[in-house]
């Protein structure tokens, strides 16, 4: 009975240990400067992309009105179907020519094994860039500075 009670401890131990091995998120630094252009504010969306190209997780939000989220089109068919608790939303919407300073984490274990940063924005009455900048989570990449397609300029991302 004593050795069957250690081993269930011993099991529980490791169980344990592993769930925090598994969790090393990582802060960096990321710099949205919005594109020149007329009219109301962005909203922006990070997400992080699985390798099979299915959203994964959302890492951050901007724009605090959730009445206008279903224009962010193919992420809200993802987070609109499970509505979980989003952490990462900031103040409100970037207007043209703006910029924004966040800090986001990212799982240190989705870096260089194909997964993917998407940034999508909407402006109420105009265009939706579901891609407006996609790029492979890489370190090499999560150093670099990815210009943008729609109401985003560019984006840089820094090591915290």
Same mark, same amino acid.
């Given at each position: 009975m &004593?050795? *069957?009670f250690n081993y269930?401890? +011993?099991i529980i131990g +490791?169980? *344990?240990l592993s769930s925090f091995a598994g969790s090393? %998120? !990582? &802060? @960096? !630094?990321c710099l949205i400067q919005m594109a020149n252009y007329e009219g109301e504010g962005a909203y922006v969306v990070v997400s992080l992309i699985n390798p099979k190209g299915q959203y994964e997780k959302t890492l951050y939000v901007q724009g605090d009105d959730k009445e206008w989220y279903y224009e962010i089109t193919a992420w809200w068919k993802f987070y609109g179907k499970k509505r979980t608790k989003l952490d990462g939303i900031t103040g409100s919407t970037l207007s043209g020519g703006e910029r924004s300073m966040k800090v986001i984490g990212i799982d240190q274990s989705k870096i260089d094994n194909g997964y993917k940063l998407r940034f999508e924005s909407a402006v109420e009455a105009k265009n @939706? @860039?579901?891609q407006? *900048?996609?790029f492979s989570l890489t370190t090499a990449n999560l150093q670099k500075k990815f %210009? /943008? &397609? /729609?109401?985003i300029r560019y984006v840089r991302m820094l090591p915290q």
């Open positions: &004593k050795r *069957i269930s401890i +011993l +490791l169980c *344990i090393t %998120n !990582k &802060k @960096y !630094k @939706y @860039y579901k407006d *900048i996609e %210009n /943008g &397609k /729609g109401f």
